[in-house]
Nanobody, 124 residues
Framework: QVQLVESGGGLVQAGDSLSLSCAVS????????MGWFRQAPGKEREFVAT????????YYGDSVKGRVTISRDNAKNTVYLQMNSLKPADTAVYYC?????????????????WGQGTQVTVSS
């Protein structure tokens, strides 16, 4: 059973940076493509970023492109999301997802496993 645990969320001010982590256990991390999504109150879960299982290929959502970087450390079974120049519109619960595939995907339905989420709140 693959388990994902996100961490690193918190309350920050607009313009600040924040780094999220997602630790994966119970599976072969290097066989999983990973993704970050977010969900604000009353809204659907939104694609943020994805990374291939090798870490070579990454892809970003339009709303965060240029401000976030996804990376992974296969030795530590962890995927990261570095977020810069945060805006109040970035306020959401951030989730990481894993899929048994070579590359990630922007659709939530493509993911096999999810973490419980970590809250990010950006004040103006």
């Amino acid at each position: 059973q693959v388990q994902l645990v996100e961490s690193g969320g918190g309350l920050v001010q607009a313009g600040d940076s924040l780094s999220l982590s997602c630790a994966v256990s119970g599976g072969t991390f290097s066989s999983l493509a990973m993704g970050w999504f977010r969900q604000a109150p009353g809204k659907e879960r939104e694609f943020v970023a994805t990374i291939s299982r090798s870490g070579v290929s990454t892809y970003y959502g339009d709303s965060v492109k240029g401000r976030v970087t996804i990376s992974r450390d296969n030795a530590k079974n962890t995927v990261y999301l570095q977020m810069n120049s945060l805006k109040p519109a970035d306020t959401a619960v951030y989730y990481c997802g894993a899929r048994q595939a070579i590359v990630g995907h922007s659709a939530t339905s493509a993911y096999d496993y999810w973490g419980q989420g970590t809250q990010v709140t950006v004040s103006s």
